[in-house]
């Protein structure tokens, strides 16, 4: 059987000391204060021994950790109850005192079949990614951990936990890249690093009290209790596996036609909507995701993130480090999404959700929480990721990686994630039972057969 042995856990801190200090919760981070991890793990190949990897390799990813930790010295310390008294939470990190988890592993498990796209199942995966220390009695917690994992003579694996409430996908890969870039200069390159990030959190001006109404509502909503727990289903439960779906350019460019021509014949020749790679590859996945579910409600619901950091008046750098995401929320007739026009449908709906932010990113912000509680009973999907971050592009040294997987999709059901394709495109990750996941593969490749013919009798 396979196993993950941990070699060693390490405290990297940072290298010079970080100043640390307290820093505010704003109402970007406070509806991910209670809820977990950001989970990806990056696949690389390596074809030197356990020994070659803790003599060569492994300095180099401590040091580089440390280096990077002093610039992004927040994601040492730990979110807080405010001394104060007050009721709210805060980042605080100590001067110079704080530490991040690494852990050195070893793993016997099979190191291709992990990194490819197939139905794995995502146990195998969570063996190769941190959990965050346990919260402290004072209800305080850590914000990351690593772990780096040898697989001898075939690969390493890069296993990154982040709490959603210390930064969105931006900086999350703002930080991995910037560890991979620190890495490759202390092996000896001469790689540039990224830019430092962005620490000043009075950029999010909140003049409504956001951050407070927002933590105000989570804990009325702790207060009357959680909802009882369904029954626990009679045998064994079905193992959950993941698996990744390839969106070519081709393919994109196809559908972006077909969905054109729909918006086009609907608005009679004058309708027009925002078309992006990452529209399609959303709608696609919704469309099987409803077929997959059977397709019981009479409307299906779809949920995800707009990065707002350049949506913002006045914008804000890119490289702020934190949370600075608003929902975006798209709703069709369950019938239209599993018709034949179902992903063009779909696609639509999203681009002129997308669209309609022009109008002011911020506004409803005030019932963005109590809109987000008030779908979960419908069951939407969600997405995690997108193509615009680049996380094939991290590289430690060891070329850009094999496999990226965003595991943590698998801690809310129906949520698919994105990211570029390592080769051109856009690529779906999914987390399905077996018998599920294979309905949905079959779903997209028909999906994608079906789309592509009729843009071709379209030309």
Known sequence: MAATKILDRLKVGASPPAPGGALPLTFFDVPWLFTGPVERVFFYPYAHTADHFAAHLLPSLVSSLSAT????????GRVRPCPDGGGGYEFFCSDGGEAVELIVAESSDDFDELSAGGPRDVARLYALVPRLPSPGADGSFALAAAQVTVFPARGVAVGVSIHHVACDDSSYTHFIRTWAAQCRVASGGADAVPPPPFLDRGVVADPEGLAGRTLDEMRQLAGNGPPPPPPPAAGPQPKLVIASFALTRDRID???RRVAAKVAADGGGTGRVHCSAFTVACALAWACLARVGGGE????????????????????????LGNCLRPCFVEVGTGELLGGDGVAAA??????????????????????????????PERPMSVGGSPRYGVYETDFGLGRPAKVELVSIDKTPGTVSLAEARDAGVEVG?????????RFGSCFADALEVLCDSVTELN
């Open 69 to 76: 930790l002093r610039a992004f010295y927040p994601l040492l």
């Open 254 to 256: 196809a559908l972006k």
């Open 297 to 320: 409600r009479p409307r299906a619901h779809l949920l995800f993130s707009v990065e707002c950091r350049r949506r913002l008046a006045p914008p804000i750098p890119q490289e702020y």
């Open 347 to 376: 696609a639509a709906a999203i681009g002129a959700a997308v669209a309609a932010l022009d109008g002011g990113v911020l506004d409803g912000a005030g019932g963005w929480f109590h809109k987000i509680l008030s779908l979960v």
């Open 430 to 438: 999914v987390v399905l039972q077996e018998a599920e996941m294979a």
